[in-house]
């Protein structure tokens, strides 16, 4: 299986929604959530550290030409990454990103010849995304579509790829209607996810988002319940995941950050009775996920 063949790699979703191929009057009953949502998107131009990824040969694109022709084909890039000291002809190729709402990262030269690993890359180089993004509306509308309260997975800055694609892989399986991911400090739909996915990336709708605090707000409006994942919580055997749910993943080494732990609903964790005191991101979303799924499959569905 490509990554051309998934349902979140068709380019004509939206348009699928525009002609009415999903109904968007078709609504789902839940319980009503009200908060105040701020829509003002950030900047798309970030400067950060990444962690070093292995890239493949066929995720990159290298240099200002293949980069500047790949934007005009309309090839789906996941971001650019820029020397923040380049000019020229990289003034274009970041307008032309910052039009298409592709990520831009400034880093050093360093960074650049790691990853061009030899190659000329003239200060930029393009990654290649293997599923094109959606909009947290068309996950919802999937779930009305169904006719199920909606079931979403929010991933709090995971960075590594390889957690990435294990969690989207098991959302997946477990049903889930799709997933949401930060623009900053967070792996995105690169070959390393798709390939650790098992392909799962390809057909689990994504939503990169400016702020998950924002996104979550967004998710309460429509009647959706947040559960985050956290040590200091109940005991997930204590509430139901019945309804509408939002299951907050935190990132591998600091769990969901103080912000987004605010706006949850309610914080859970795994009972823990050997001597090691934490999970993998991805196998403790996996145990969650499950459960969310036996509540869904004991409702009147």
């Not at 967004?218 to 040590?231: H, P, Q, R, S």
């Not at 080494?253 to 991101?281: H, Q, W, Y």
Request: charge should be positive; glycine fraction near 10%; charged fraction near 25%.
């Amino acid at each position: 299986m490509s990554p051309d063949n998934g349902y979140n790699g068709k380019k004509n979703i939206k348009k699928s929604i525009k002609k009415g191929y999903v109904n968007k009057k078709f609504g789902y009953s839940g319980r009503k959530r009200g908060s105040d949502i701020n829509s003002n998107e950030k900047e798309n131009y970030y400067d950060i550290k990444e962690p070093d990824f292995n890239f493949g040969s066929e995720s990159i694109i290298i240099g200002r030409n293949p980069v500047l022709e790949s934007l005009k084909s309309g090839k789906l890039i996941d971001s650019i990454y820029v020397n923040s000291g380049a000019g020229g002809s990289i003034s274009v190729i970041c307008k032309m990103a910052k039009e298409q709402g592709i990520v831009i990262k400034r880093v050093n030269e360093q960074k650049l010849n790691k990853m061009a690993d030899g190659a000329s890359h003239q200060g930029v180089i393009a990654m290649t995304a293997c599923a094109e993004y959606v909009e947290i509306e068309d996950i919802l509308d999937i779930a009305r579509e169904k006719n199920e309260p909606p079931y979403i997975i929010i991933c709090d800055e995971i960075e590594d790829p390889h957690n990435l694609g294990a969690v989207i892989r098991t959302a997946e399986a477990s049903g889930a209607h799709g997933v949401i991911i930060p623009k900053r400090r967070s792996a995105s739909l690169n070959h390393t996810v798709y390939k650790t996915s098992a392909g799962a990336a390809a057909w689990v709708p994504t939503a990169r988002v400016s702020n998950i605090s924002q996104a979550i707000d967004t998710l309460k409006e429509n009647g959706v319940w947040i559960y985050g994942t956290d040590a200091a919580g109940e005991d997930y055997r204590s509430v139901s995941f019945s309804g509408a749910v939002g299951l907050v993943i935190g990132s591998e080494g600091f769990g969901v950050s103080r912000l987004v732990k605010e706006k949850c609903d309610f914080l859970l964790r795994l009972p823990m009775i050997g001597k090691i005191t934490s999970l993998n991101a991805s196998v403790a979303g996996g145990i969650f996920m499950y459960e969310i799924l036996k509540a869904r499959l004991g409702s009147d569905r």
